[in-house]
Each structure stands twice: as C-alpha cells, then as structure tokens.
T-cell receptor
C-alpha cells in the first residue's frame, strides 16, 4: 500500500507568481485535504475535496484553489503569491466519506519559499 | 481563545524517562482526538486516534482523553532519542476539518 506522495518537495517562487502543488492520495483513499504549516505552528486547514468537489474550506482567500481528479489525486493552486505564503504545504488523505470521521494520513509536504 | 492549546516547549528529558504531553481544547462537541509526530522538515505521522473519553495504548504510547476537563494527553514510556520530534495534538471539527495545536518540541537526551 503506497502512502501519500507530494510533489515537488521544495519550491522557490517570486512574489506575484502562481504555483501548483500536487498530491497522490494513499491507495483506496477518496478524501483529500490540504493544510498550510508555517514555521513553528500547527497545520492550518485550507480545504478538502471529496468525489472531485470541494467539501469544506478554511479561512484562506480565493487565490487558494484546488482540484481533485477521478483517481483521487489533487492539486493546490496559489495565485498572486505573497511572502506570507512561504510555508510547508501538506496533503492528507482519508478513506471513506468525510462524515465517516476516519484518520487522516499526511504526505511529506512541499516546502514553498516566496521571495 | 484558540480552539486547541498546546505548550510549544521545548521539553527536554533524559533517555528512559516517561514523557507527558498535553493539550486543552475549547469545544465540548469535539469527540475525535489525534496525536501526530513530526520530525524536522517532514510531514506529520499519525500516532494515536481516539474517540471520546478514556485511554488507548499502543506499545510505549498511551493517549488519554478527559472530556470533563477538555484535556488530552500523550504519555511516552521508556523514551528514546529517536522520539525527539514535534508532537501535534489535533481534534476533528464537524465533517471535514482537523484543528491542530501548535505542537510541542520534545528532545530526549542520550
């Protein structure tokens, strides 16, 4: 059983640019969530996807958007990058529907640096 | 008030000590509680997943939930240098959102 994989592992972008981060969920997991973790902080929920639709969203502006594909993989897109977007971006997958309250398993993250 | 509060540490203990890590939460409706371990520059790894009150044990780890005081704990017995990491507590809000504490940095000294 493969775990959650994210790409790329590191990324440096310039303020104002756009970035796409990718996530392959664990085998059999159809719910994917994205989190932002700033240095020294706990992960903050960005949004969740289930069956290719956004199922919930945290307190992040619309320039943070996402997609989920039929194979349950997912993308996080961030437009108009700001310096404060520098963080570790984590993808988590869960088996079953969100209402099943199951565990979330995280990938290794993508470390984004905005300069 | 944050929904989940956790002392950031760092907490330093000698090898072999019993470690106690704690969090408090504000919403009595929370029922699911998790502990994750995160090594430097890595993703969080799920250690324990508990529902409602009580204890759950897995090897050297014991998770404890006291809903009456909104207090969750993780105990590590016979701590090892390899346990040195940041420990994150989390709870489950509604149907989609995990809420994390800030994490406690633990150092186990050989």
């Amino acid at each position: 059983e493969t775990g959650v994989t994210q790409s790329p592992t590191h990324l440096i972008k310039t303020r104002g640019q756009q970035v796409t981060l990718r996530c392959s969920s664990q085998s059999g997991h159809n719910t994917v969530s994205w989190y932002q973790q700033a240095l020294g902080q706990g992960p903050q929920f960005i949004f969740q996807y289930y069956r290719e639709e956004e199922n919930g969203r945290g307190n992040f502006p619309p320039r943070f958007s996402g997609l989920q594909f039929p194979n349950y993989s997912s993308e996080l897109n961030v437009n108009a990058l700001e310096l404060d977007d520098s963080a570790l971006y984590l993808c988590a997958s869960s088996p079953g529907s969100p209402s099943m309250n199951t565990e979330a398993f995280f990938g290794q993250g993508t470390r984004l640096t905005v300069v | 008030q944050k929904e989940v509060e956790q002392d950031p540490g760092p907490l330093s203990v000698p090898e072999g000590a019993i470690v106690s890590l704690n969090c408090t939460y504000s919403n009595s409706a929370f029922q699911y509680f998790m502990w994750y371990r995160q090594y430097s520059r890595k993703g969080p790894e799920l250690l324990m997943y508990t529902y409602s009150s009580g204890n759950k044990e897995d090897g050297r780890f014991t998770a404890q939930v006291d809903k009456s005081s909104k207090y969750i704990s993780l105990f590590i017995r016979d701590s090892q240098p390899s346990d040195s990491a940041t420990y994150l507590c989390a709870t489950y809000s509604g149907t989609y959102k995990y809420i994390f504490g800030t994490g406690t940095r633990l150092k186990v000294l050989a």
